[in-house]
């Protein structure tokens, strides 16, 4: 089993809709960081997290320590949040990331 | 946020040769970086990390003899992929980290494409 799992795997909405990504952890956890990656390849981070609730604009994260859960929300979704979503935890006396295997999303126009 | 550039973005090499590709933090000192490699449809896989000025910490698995790993300044590291073989064909990704009293924080490369013919 892996220590990150995410669901779901893939991903597909239209236009508009509020989408929603789930983590889940088995380990003991630093930090907690939601990735975005193109097609291109090129990664983004968009947030890093231990605690509480982030936004920043239409993404929001929240994080659930005790039950080891974290979600990313996607308000008005719009095909150009296209992309893999990765959700990544770090823990430990070091900052070495393990990465779930990420969330493919597709919004359609 | 940081930003963290690589190059080249994309290598096209025969087998047998050697690449050498670059991760630089531009705009602020990165205490560590880390190295990844991504096959196709799967997730990231660190190979190694690595501190100014030290030798880089391999992971199980990954040769450091093949994949060698200098880190040169606080805004330098490379990665060389040695006599290079279509196996080693992969996306090649750096992260550039920081440490903060509190947390670290990461910031990543463009990530750069490696095929090897």
């Known amino acids: 089993k892996n220590e990150v799992e995410q669901s779901p795997q893939n991903l597909t909405a239209q236009e508009g809709e509020f989408i929603t990504i789930n983590c889940s952890y088995s380990v003991g956890i630093s930090a907690l960081h939601w990735l975005q990656q193109h097609p291109g390849g090129g990664i983004v981070s968009l947030f890093m997290l231990s605690s509480g609730k982030k936004k920043h604009g239409r993404l929001i994260a929240t994080i659930n320590i005790q039950e080891k859960h974290s979600s990313l929300h996607i308000t008005a979704s719009h095909p150009r949040d296209s992309a893999v979503y990765i959700c990544a935890v770090e823990g430990g006396a070091t900052n070495k990331l393990i990465f779930g295997t990420g969330t493919l999303l597709a919004v359609q126009p | 946020g940081a930003v963290v550039s690589q190059h080249p973005s994309r290598v096209i090499c025969k087998s047998g040769t050697s690449v050498k590709i670059e991760c630089r933090s531009l705009?602020?000192?990165?205490?560590?970086m880390f190295w990844y490699r991504q096959f196709p449809k799967q997730s990231l896989m660190l190979m190694a990390t690595s501190n100014e000025g030290s030798k880089a910490t391999y992971e199980q698995g990954v040769e450091k003899d093949k994949f060698l790993i200098n880190h040169a300044s606080l805004t330098l590291s490379t990665l060389t992929v040695t006599s290079a073989h279509p196996e080693d064909s992969s996306f090649y990704i750096c992260?550039?980290?920081?440490?903060?009293?509190?947390?670290?924080?990461?910031?990543f490369g463009p990530g750069t494409r490696l095929t090897v013919l």
């Open positions: 992260s550039a980290g920081q440490t903060y009293i509190s947390y670290n924080e990461q910031f």
């Open positions: 705009d602020f000192q990165a205490t560590t």
